[in-house]
């Protein structure tokens, strides 16, 4: 069974330009997840989908950022325009069933994202 | 301190000798995971212990919850330099008995065994 894939591996771009980063989860997985750890800093969560659904953005930084995820299989996370802040790594993770009590997350290898 | 923080960040052992290391959270708890990050790729998904667990064991790895003092310990036994990566504790918080679906991280502890 394949893991959690996400392209491109590294993005390189210049401030003002837009990244689209994609997701594909584990098949079967209903539940999605972005995460992103910038330079010097913990994983920090971003936003989690139930199928198509967001569940919770809450950790999403500004309306710079558009996840989406139609048709609930994989997702893309749109930075546009982008910053020099927002470098770092965005990981996503799947997982089954976010309210089993050992609902297990699985990571991509991640995206690193530089923005110069 | 952050919620996930780990103890130590930086830990250098040789190989053969074992590794601990901690992490303190401050919310009630679903479940604890415990992830590796070898240089420059994804995380790996090592042991998840539920807050009704006080102990779980993977093959070398051994990890300790005491919610009473919100803490975590995982202990590799017998290191081999293959182990050398960030290691990371990831809370999930208790939503009333089911789950929030996200992990809070902490900072890591960078592990280093020698030959």
């Known amino acids: 069974e394949a893991g959690v894939t996400q392209f491109p591996s590294h993005s390189v771009i210049e401030k003002g330009q837009t990244v689209t980063l994609r997701c594909d989860p584990i098949?079967?997985?209903?539940?999605l997840y972005w995460y992103r750890r910038v330079m010097g800093k913990e994983i920090k969560f971003l936003l989690h989908f139930v199928k198509e659904s967001k569940q919770d953005e809450s950790g999403m930084p500004n309306n710079r950022f558009l996840a989406e995820r139609t048709g609930g299989t994989y997702s893309t996370l749109k930075v546009q325009p982008a910053e020099l802040e927002d470098s770092g790594v965005y990981f996503c993770?799947?997982?089954?069933?976010?309210?089993?009590?050992?609902?297990?997350?699985?990571f991509g290898p991640g995206t690193r994202l530089t923005v110069l | 301190s952050q919620q996930g923080e780990e103890d130590p960040q930086a830990l250098s052992i040789q190989e053969g000798e074992n590794a601990t290391m901690n992490c303190s959270y401050k919310?009630?708890?679903?479940?604890l995971q415990w992830y590796r990050q070898n240089s420059g790729r994804g995380l790996v998904h090592l042991i998840l212990i539920r807050s009704n667990e006080r102990e779980k064991h993977s093959g070398r790895l051994r990890v300790t919850l005491d919610t009473s003092k919100k803490s975590s310990s995982l202990l590799i036994t017998a290191s081999r330099a293959a182990d050398t990566a960030s290691y990371f504790c990831a809370t999930d918080a208790d939503a009333g008995g089911t789950s929030y679906g996200k992990l809070t991280f902490g900072q890591g502890t960078i592990l280093t065994v020698h030959p």
């Open positions: 919310t009630s708890i679903n479940n």
């Open positions: 098949s079967g997985h209903d539940n």
């Open positions: 993770a799947s997982s089954h069933d976010h309210r089993a009590a050992a609902d297990t997350q699985y």
